[in-house]
């Protein structure tokens, strides 16, 4: 089965992102389900917007989640066979969803789709032993891993893996930041393919999922994994 408008959903994590999110939301097509899980329990944000986006239903999760756990909310409330995980700092180009359905169709069978980063500096997955200057810029290619900013999971295929039962595709053990690489190594365990579309492109504004107000939140956050990892 390929991806289309109709079987595709988006999850969209946010904590306190309101200086990011309409960006984002703005270069999906309103013909897409978009899920936000918004881990402050922010009900004004919420209602704003609903009230602005058709498309858009936002969750309240009744404590922060984090990355993980937070992904895991929104994907248990979509029915589509593909779910489309972005961060809400994240911008798509015109054709971005065009070019992911395109290659899809093309694809035998994959367990996750990413675009590519236009920051040519800091590419959005990892490869092996591979000269990345060989890389054909037109036609998808095999990676070992993608960020989890921008990525199409499979769940149609994921759910027949004994890995991924009971909806649970992130392990929610993971608060933030390697959330993608466990998935993505589970993916691997199971030899399922992971690609990148070099003709989809994103914009990761890096940094910015959060408000300013709210930097302060997760620089605690941070200090506080730093003290019981050492």
């Not at 054709?95 to 694809?107: A, F, P, R, V």
């Not at 993916?187 to 914009?203: G, Q, T």
Request: with cysteine.
């Amino acid at each position: 089965m390929t991806i289309s408008k109709n079987n595709l959903s988006v999850v969209i994590v946010s904590f306190y992102s309101h200086d990011v999110i309409d960006a984002c939301i703005k270069s999906i097509s309103d013909e897409i389900r978009v899920i936000v899980v918004e881990n402050s329990q922010d009900r004004d944000f919420k209602l704003a917007l609903e009230n602005k986006y058709k498309n858009v239903k936002c969750i309240l999760s009744t404590e922060n989640l984090g990355m993980g756990g937070g992904n895991n909310l929104g994907l248990k409330q979509i029915q589509t066979d593909f779910a489309f995980i972005l961060n809400p700092d994240v911008v798509l180009e015109k054709d971005t969803i065009e070019e992911i359905i395109i290659s899809s169709k093309k694809l035998n069978a994959f367990g996750l789709l990413a675009p590519i980063s236009n920051n040519k500096d800091y590419p959005n997955y990892k490869i092996d032993h591979v000269n990345h200057s060989l890389i054909n810029n037109n036609v998808p290619f095999k990676v070992k891993s993608v960020d989890g900013f921008a990525m199409i999971l499979n769940l149609k295929k994921l759910k027949q893996l004994k890995h991924f039962k009971n909806n649970k595709f992130f392990d929610e053990n993971i608060f933030l930041y390697l959330e993608n690489d466990d998935l993505c190594k589970r993916i691997n365990d199971n030899n399922e393919n992971i690609f990148v579309v070099p003709k989809s492109k994103i914009n990761h504004l890096g940094g910015s999922a959060v408000s300013k107000k709210s930097n302060w939140i997760f620089e605690k956050l941070a200090l506080g994994l730093v003290k019981i990892l050492f």
